[in-house]
């Protein structure tokens, strides 16, 4: 609250007067007046978000002196999704400065349910020996009489800072799962890569020795060795794409913040298994038009403009009204006599030029464009949620035909393979194709993989937080090598 001004400025008719307007006023608004809020209403955001990053559970909390000790224990271990949501929620600079605009919303809505302050005139005019000194306290009225609608306004304005922090949270989390996810699979890839590799060289030298002694033409050859050139450079792509994909989760993180400290942490080595299942889920749209907090978001903003349109309407005719509490005095120099006069002065700007057409036009239109804004919500939140879900479904069903057909049927071909070969009814270059296969085979099936848990994450996101951006599409991250074909 203001401090009330000092009573001994004012001379006495003036003092009654004034003291008798503060007392009322005093007594009406000091209980409406706002107060901060001990966590800038980090502790509904915390209440918002449950359940709604990413599969994650998470924390909320400010960054502080111990936030560096925590996030290196947290990396002592292998960094599993759960960890690097954590992390990020705990330590990404660019969330605690959408907390930091919480507190700034926390602190305009404080202010807007204050008094506003009064303002003092002291004036001093001559005329010859005629001295006359003017004191005019002066209120704004408008400011006192719509403060309660005022300060419900910027309150509401507050929650929506409270859903709009809560949505940069789920995002994170989200994209933050999404990241190491791929930084997993990519880190899995240029093992199996290496692998393919490996039994390329031996192709290669095993075919030069070949050629050397006459057993094998230079075509033969030239295959193996395109071979061994076409995994060499999917290999090097695949190590770019993996530490791409561990710097975006380095990023957001929050991690590499200080040139003297390393940014070093182990990744889990592989996936999680799908489950044994898919979810059915059958109101998809129902649920993220009552779940998503974008929309949530969307129909209370229309709510508290349509509240504020006669709000806007009566503030416009009395914007500027003042009242003032005048008191001079006049002394004559020459006789010593003093003479005084009190009163009181309405201050109200007459509408000649400007009758508020445009302004509750404004009004107007800021409404319409909150109703459409609900109505473009709710088409992207049913469209998005369609998709969401026939990509979760069409992602489990790929991955889990990996799972249980190719994987398999791949790893039978092999060990069929590696008999005959043990019998000498197969040559070793049908062993060393069969093995690029097999490898090829099961890097597919960590692609399948990563898919469904992307289209997982998504499905969450769009579900019951917000509208993830562009929504994880299918399809493989590497180009298909080529296989030299054998001639025997």
Same mark, same amino acid.
């Given at each position: 609250?203001?401090?009330?001004?000092?009573?001994?400025l004012?001379?006495?008719?003036l003092?009654?007067?004034a003291?008798?307007?503060?007392?009322?006023?005093?007594?009406?608004?000091?209980s409406?007046?706002?107060?901060?809020?001990?966590?800038?209403?980090?502790s509904?955001?915390?209440?918002?978000?449950?359940?709604? %990053? &990413?599969?994650? =559970? #998470?924390?909320?909390?400010?960054?502080?002196?111990?936030?560096?000790n *925590?996030v +290196?224990? $947290?990396?002592?271990?292998?960094?599993?999704?759960?960890?690097?949501?954590r992390?990020?929620?705990?330590?990404?600079?660019?969330?605690q400065g959408?907390?930091?605009?919480l507190?700034?919303?926390?602190?305009?809505?404080?202010?807007a349910?204050?008094?506003?302050?009064?303002?003092?005139?002291?004036?001093?005019?001559t005329?010859?020996?005629?001295?006359?000194?003017?004191?005019?306290?002066?209120?704004?009225?408008?400011?006192?009489?719509?403060?309660?609608?005022?300060?419900?306004?910027?309150?509401q304005?507050?929650?929506?800072?409270?859903?709009?922090?809560?949505?940069?949270?789920?995002?994170?989390?989200?994209?933050?799962?999404?990241?190491?996810?791929?930084?997993? %699979? &990519?880190?899995? =890839? #240029?093992?199996?890569?290496?692998?393919?590799?490996?039994?390329a060289? *031996?192709? +290669?030298? $095993?075919?030069?020795?070949?050629?050397?002694?006459?057993?094998?033409?230079?075509?033969?050859?030239?295959r193996?060795?395109?071979?061994?050139?076409?995994?060499?450079?999917?290999?090097?792509?695949?190590?770019?794409a993996?530490?791409?994909a561990?710097?975006?989760?380095?990023?957001?993180?929050?991690?590499?913040?200080?040139?003297?400290?390393?940014?070093?942490?182990?990744?889990?080595?592989?996936l999680?298994d799908l489950?044994?299942?898919?979810?059915?889920?059958?109101?998809?749209?129902?649920?993220?038009?009552?779940e998503?907090?974008?929309?949530?978001?969307?129909?209370?903003?229309?709510?508290?403009?349509?509240?504020?349109?006669?709000?806007?309407?009566?503030?416009?005719?009395?914007?500027?009204?003042?009242?003032?509490i005048?008191r001079?005095?006049?002394?004559?120099? *020459?006789?010593?006599?003093?003479?005084?006069?009190?009163?009181?002065?309405?201050?109200?700007?007459?509408?000649?030029?400007?009758?508020?057409?445009?302004?509750?036009?404004?009004?107007?239109?800021?409404?319409?464009?909150?109703?459409?804004?609900?109505?473009?919500?709710?088409?992207?939140?049913r469209?998005?949620?369609?998709?969401a879900?026939?990509?979760?479904?069409t992602?489990?069903?790929?991955?889990?035909h990996?799972?249980?057909?190719?994987?398999?049927?791949?790893k039978l071909?092999?060990?069929?393979?590696?008999?005959?070969?043990?019998g000498?009814?197969?040559?070793?270059?049908?062993?060393?194709?069969?093995?690029?296969q097999?490898?090829?085979s099961?890097?597919?099936?960590?692609?399948?993989?990563?898919?469904?848990?992307?289209?997982?994450?998504?499905?969450?996101?769009?579900?019951?937080?917000?509208?993830?951006?562009?929504?994880?599409?299918?399809g493989?991250?590497?180009?298909?090598?080529?296989t030299p074909?054998?001639?025997?």
């Amino acid at each position: 609250m203001n401090p009330p001004l000092p009573a001994r400025l004012l001379p006495g008719p003036l003092k009654r007067s004034a003291l008798t307007l503060g007392i009322g006023l005093l007594a009406g608004f000091l209980s409406g007046c706002a107060s901060l809020t001990p966590d800038g209403g980090l502790s509904d955001v915390q209440q918002l978000t449950q359940g709604r %990053t &990413a599969g994650m =559970t #998470v924390a909320l909390q400010r960054h502080n002196s111990d936030t560096a000790n *925590a996030v +290196a224990k $947290l990396l002592e271990a292998p960094l599993s999704a759960e960890t690097a949501v954590r992390i990020a929620v705990l330590n990404n600079p660019a969330l605690q400065g959408a907390f930091a605009v919480l507190d700034i919303s926390d602190a305009t809505r404080t202010q807007a349910g204050q008094l506003p302050n009064p303002h003092l005139t002291l004036g001093r005019f001559t005329d010859g020996d005629v001295q006359e000194i003017e004191r005019v306290l002066r209120f704004d009225v408008v400011g006192l009489l719509f403060l309660p609608w005022r300060a419900k306004w910027q309150g509401q304005q507050h929650e929506l800072a409270k859903l709009q922090a809560a949505q940069e949270v789920i995002r994170l989390a989200s994209d933050t799962r999404k990241a190491w996810i791929l930084a997993v %699979t &990519a880190q899995q =890839t #240029v093992r199996y890569l290496e692998d393919v590799k490996a039994a390329a060289e *031996a192709g +290669a030298e $095993l075919a030069q020795r070949m050629a050397r002694v006459g057993n094998w033409s230079r075509l033969q050859q030239a295959r193996e060795q395109l071979f061994l050139t076409d995994a060499s450079t999917q290999l090097a792509r695949a190590r770019q794409a993996a530490l791409a994909a561990r710097e975006k989760l380095t990023r957001l993180m929050g991690l590499g913040d200080r040139s003297d400290t390393p940014v070093a942490y182990t990744l889990v080595p592989r996936l999680p298994d799908l489950p044994a299942q898919a979810d059915d889920m059958r109101d998809v749209e129902q649920h993220a038009l009552r779940e998503r907090l974008d929309v949530r978001s969307a129909v209370a903003e229309s709510g508290y403009v349509a509240d504020s349109l006669g709000l806007q309407k009566a503030t416009g005719y009395l914007d500027g009204l003042t009242l003032g509490i005048t008191r001079n005095t006049t002394v004559d120099n *020459a006789t010593g006599a003093q003479g005084g006069k009190r009163g009181l002065d309405v201050e109200l700007p007459l509408p000649l030029f400007d009758w508020g057409t445009a302004r509750n036009a404004r009004a107007q239109a800021l409404y319409l464009q909150s109703a459409a804004r609900v109505r473009d919500m709710a088409v992207k939140a049913r469209s998005e949620a369609r998709e969401a879900y026939q990509g979760y479904t069409t992602a489990f069903e790929l991955a889990r035909h990996y799972r249980d057909e190719v994987v398999p049927l791949r790893k039978l071909i092999s060990e069929e393979v590696l008999l005959r070969y043990n019998g000498m009814l197969l040559s070793v270059w049908d062993l060393l194709g069969d093995m690029r296969q097999q490898v090829m085979s099961v890097n597919s099936a960590i692609e399948a993989q990563r898919d469904f848990w992307l289209a997982e994450t998504d499905l969450q996101t769009t579900l019951t937080g917000t509208s993830p951006g562009g929504l994880a599409r299918l399809g493989s991250s590497t180009t298909p090598m080529t296989t030299p074909s054998q001639g025997h």
